[in-house]
């Protein structure tokens, strides 16, 4: 579709809305500078945190922002570590 992009990290296919690619999370090569504001806002879930560095939205489960690293600004502390075993699924495997 039109402004959909191709991550130029692992070549997965992203909407044009999203400012970072959904499987790496590696950022728009254009800084997602065509991405809607209203667009971005939609992404935002619950225990989404604004990098106080960037400001880029990192997902709940980051314990350091995406595009800086800076650290999550609680240390994570938010981010217990059987939520983290509740994302592996069946037929996942560990890197």
Do not use: F, L, T
């Not at 999550?72 to 560990?94: L, N």
């Amino acid at each position: 579709r039109p402004g959909d992009w191709p991550c130029p990290s692992c070549n997965a296919n992203n909407y044009a809305k999203r400012i970072a690619c959904y499987r790496c999370e590696e950022p728009h090569p254009d800084g997602g500078a065509s991405v809607r504001q209203d667009d971005r806002q939609a992404e935002v879930r619950p225990g989404d945190w604004p990098c106080p560095s960037c400001n880029a939205n990192n997902y709940a489960k980051r314990i350091a922002c995406y595009r800086c690293e800076e650290p999550h600004p609680d240390g994570g502390a938010s981010v217990r570590q059987d939520d983290r075993q509740a994302e592996v699924r069946p037929g996942d495997w560990p890197c």
